[in-house]
C-alpha cells in the first residue's frame, strides 16, 4: 500500500494557508497550520472535507472547467476568488491558486489561499475615504484644485473640482489641456499679482493666498477671485499647490461700497468741520465787532455819565463803579469766547498760533508747557487756513486730553518742517494711555483727531513717551509753491 501523500515541511510551515488536494475528487488530503488555524478545524476533520464543502460558494461546473483548462502539464496554475467557511460559519475572502502537482504517479492539486480580508477592509475604508471627500468638494462653494508649476515654467492643473465650470466657466478638460488658459482670464492689471505671490509661495514654501479679478467671456462679466493653497515639492523639482479658488465679488463689491461710504462720511464731516469753523469765525467776528464796539460805546458812555455825578450821590457813584466793572468783566468775555471760536492768532501763522496756545494752557491749567520750532526765525511755515485750523485744533484736543487724563506735570511740544513734511509730536509725562481705551464707544475726541488729521491728508499716531507718558505725532505733507500758487490763485 503507498503512503498517503502529505504536504512539505516548508509548505507546512508557510504562512499562506496550503491545501492538498485529490485532483479527480478535490478531497482534502493535507492541510498546513495556517490553514488550519484560520479555518479552526484539525486535520482529520479537514480530511473529511472537499474543496466545495470549505469554499461553498464556487460554481462546480464553473470549477470544474476552470481546472480542465490545467491541462496535464506539472506547474500550471489557476486562480480565483471566492469565500473560505470556518467551522463556525464565519466566511473570509480569498484569493485561491490551483497548481497540479503528481506525487507516486498520482495526480493530485495543490491548492494555495491567501486571505483578502485585509485588503478587502482596506478597499472599502479607501472607497468610504473617497466618497466623504467626493461629498465634501461636493458642497464646497468654490474650486477645489491641484495646481503644479515645473523647473522650466510649465503650468499643469492635475486635478479639478466640478466647480470648475461654474468659477471659470472652462470644463476641467479644457483646463487640464491647457492650464495657461487660466492666467488668460485673469485681467492684465492683476497678473503681476498673481505671478508675485506665486514666486513668494514657491521661494518661501508658505501658503499662497491672492485675490484678482478674472474675465469670464462667455458670460461677459467680471469677477473677483480669491485662491488659498498650500504647497509640496513633487518630484523632479516641481511644485504643487493644493487648495481652493472662491468667488469673492459680492464681498468685495461691499467692501469697496464700504470704503465709498467711509470717504463719503469723512468728506461730509470735513465739510462741516469747514463750514463749523466758518461759522465760528463769523460769530467771532460779529462778537468782536458788534458787542465788542457796543460795550465799549457803553463804557464810553458810563464814564461820562460818573463825571458828571455830583459829590453828594455816592450811592449813584458806586453804582456806576459797579457798572463799569461789569462792562469790563463782559468786554473780557467777549474777547475770551472769540478767541476760542476764532484765535486771532491763526492769521499770524500756525507757529505763532501754536506758541500762544501754548502758553494760555499752561496760563489757566498751572501745567509746564514748552513750546518748540527750530529754525522757527527762518520763513514761516506756510498752510492754507483749512489746514492751519485742523492742526490747532488737533492741539486743542490733544491738550485737553491731557489736561482731563493724563495727570501730567510737563508737556513739550516740538514742531518741526522736514524738507516736504510738518511733524507735530506732544508729549507728556503722564500716567500714559491704554490701547483698550482707544476702543472706548466714546472716544470721540481721538477719533476726532484722528479724522481730522485724515481729512487733510495727515497721519495720527499714538504711543508711548520715551519716560513715560504719552506722545501723539501728528505728521503732514506741505504743499508745494505750485500748490500754494494755485490755492492763491483760486482764493482770489
Request: overall charge negative.
Amino acid at each position: 500500500m503507498s503512503p498517503v501523500p502529505a504536504l512539505a515541511a516548508e509548505m507546512q510551515a508557510a504562512a499562506s494557508e496550503i491545501y492538498l488536494l485529490d485532483g479527480a475528487t478535490l478531497r482534502v488530503i493535507d492541510a498546513n497550520q495556517a490553514a488550519r488555524l484560520n479555518l479552526g478545524m484539525d486535520a482529520a476533520a479537514l480530511r473529511a472535507m472537499d474543496m466545495h464543502a470549505l469554499a461553498p460558494g464556487l460554481d462546480r461546473t464553473a470549477l470544474a472547467g476552470l481546472l480542465a483548462g490545467l491541462g496535464e502539464e506539472v506547474g500550471a496554475q489557476v486562480s480565483l476568488r471566492t469565500q473560505l467557511r470556518r467551522l463556525d460559519g464565519s466566511c473570509y475572502p480569498v484569493r485561491l491558486c490551483f497548481l497540479r502537482i503528481v506525487r507516486d504517479g498520482r495526480s493530485l492539486l495543490l491548492a494555495i489561499a491567501d486571505d483578502l480580508s485585509m485588503e478587502q477592509a482596506s478597499a472599502q475604508a479607501l472607497a468610504q475615504s473617497q466618497a466623504r471627500f467626493d461629498a465634501i468638494v461636493r458642497h464646497t462653494p468654490g474650486l477645489v484644485f491641484q495646481f503644479v508649476l515645473h523647473p522650466g515654467g510649465r503650468i499643469d492643473f492635475p486635478w479639478l473640482s466640478e466647480g470648475c465650470s461654474a468659477l471659470l466657466g472652462l470644463s476641467r478638460l479644457e483646463l487640464q489641456h491647457d492650464a495657461t488658459l487660466f492666467e488668460r482670464l485673469i485681467l492684465p492689471e492683476d497678473r503681476k499679482g498673481w505671478h508675485e505671490s506665486m514666486a513668494a509661495s514657491r521661494a518661501a514654501m508658505s501658503a499662497w493666498n491672492w485675490e484678482g479679478r478674472i474675465w469670464i467671456d462667455a458670460w461677459k462679466d467680471v469677477k473677483w477671485i480669491n485662491l488659498r493653497a498650500t504647497p509640496h515639492p513633487i518630484e523632479g523639482g516641481a511644485v504643487q499647490w493644493d487648495g481652493i479658488m472662491t468667488n469673492i465679488s459680492a464681498s468685495k463689491q461691499e467692501q469697496q461700497e464700504t470704503m465709498r461710504s467711509r470717504a463719503r462720511l469723512a468728506e461730509l464731516t470735513d465739510h462741516i468741520e469747514q463750514v463749523k469753523e466758518q461759522e465760528r469765525a463769523r460769530i467771532a467776528r460779529e462778537i468782536h465787532d458788534d458787542l465788542g464796539g457796543n460795550l465799549t460805546a457803553i463804557k464810553m458812555a458810563l464814564a461820562m455819565l460818573a463825571a458828571r455825578l455830583p459829590d453828594n450821590q455816592p450811592a449813584l457813584l458806586e453804582k456806576a463803579n459797579y457798572l463799569d466793572d461789569l462792562v469790563d468783566r463782559t468786554i473780557e468775555a467777549v474777547h475770551r469766547i472769540s478767541l476760542d471760536l476764532r484765535p486771532t492768532m491763526l492769521d499770524l501763522g500756525i507757529v505763532a498760533a501754536l506758541e500762544w496756545q501754548a502758553r494760555e494752557f499752561e496760563k489757566q491749567m498751572g501745567i509746564t508747557c514748552i513750546f518748540r520750532c527750530p529754525g522757527e526765525d527762518e520763513e514761516e511755515i506756510e498752510l492754507d487756513d483749512d489746514h492751519a485750523t485742523a492742526l490747532f485744533r488737533i492741539f486743542q484736543e490733544a491738550l485737553t486730553n491731557i489736561a482731563k487724563h493724563a495727570g501730567a506735570t510737563r508737556v513739550t511740544v516740538l514742531l518741526r518742517r522736514q524738507r516736504a513734511h510738518l511733524t507735530l509730536t506732544i508729549c507728556d509725562n503722564g500716567r500714559g494711555i491704554n490701547p483698550s481705551d482707544r476702543l472706548k464707544p466714546h472716544s470721540f475726541g481721538l477719533r476726532g483727531m484722528s479724522e481730522r488729521a485724515k481729512a487733510f491728508g495727515g497721519t495720527l499716531a499714538l504711543s508711548s513717551a520715551p519716560g513715560g507718558g504719552t506722545m501723539v505725532t501728528i505728521k503732514t505733507r506741505l504743499a508745494t509753491p505750485s500748490e500754494s500758487s494755485n490755492t492763491l490763485g483760486k482764493n482770489e
